[in-house]
């Protein structure tokens, strides 16, 4: 394996591919929960109920804030990965959570048999930029080997980004409670 650099297009490129995909985010989930829960909860009456709620509840700004906190995980992800080029951990995970998270895009798009926030820009953005920032990492010889538990951990990782970026959005806009 011949030894190459890794450029910021590979590293800070996933802050970037993150961006677009998120734009097309922050411009659609609002109106599509609001227009959408009310069938998704009658077809998918396992889900439990308080998920819809929670998803009824969430307007705009709590949906920008959380996309602003997770903008700030993946920014300190790509700046690790430029740090080292390209061989940070946390920047591996996080490009493996990133391109399994536009695969579970696809999936909902499938499941619900038509548009779902970010389906879009899933297969046009996120699923190639993270095939070729990976050919690149493989290419410069620091792409740590593929296993099926690190896929599930990148993918739990960014479950569990999504859902914290969510609580801290909401706390952050929840009204200041004056002292009784």
Do not use: I
């Not at 009310?38 to 307007?59: D, I, N, Q």
């Amino acid at each position: 394996m011949r030894s190459e650099r890794v450029g910021g297009a590979v590293t800070w490129g996933l802050l970037g591919a993150w961006a677009v995909h998120d734009l097309e985010e922050l411009a659609t989930v609002p109106w599509w929960l609001r227009r959408n829960v009310p069938e998704l909860r009658k077809r998918f009456p396992r889900v439990p109920e308080g998920v819809w709620r929670w998803a009824e509840s969430m307007g705009a700004a709590e949906f920008a804030a959380a996309v602003g906190v997770m903008g700030a995980v993946v920014g300190t992800a790509s700046a690790a990965g430029q740090l080292t080029g390209g061989r940070s951990g946390f920047y591996q995970g996080a490009l493996t959570g990133f391109g399994l998270h536009g695969v579970v895009h696809m999936a909902q798009a499938a499941a619900v048999r038509g548009y779902t926030p970010g389906s879009v820009t899933a297969p046009l953005v996120v699923l190639p930029f993270t095939l070729w920032a990976r050919g690149r990492l493989r290419k410069a010889g620091v792409l740590r080997p593929a296993r099926p538990r690190d896929a599930v951990a990148g993918l739990a990782a960014a479950g569990a980004a999504t859902v914290a970026s969510h609580v801290v959005a909401r706390r952050l806009l929840r009204p200041a409670r004056r002292p009784s």
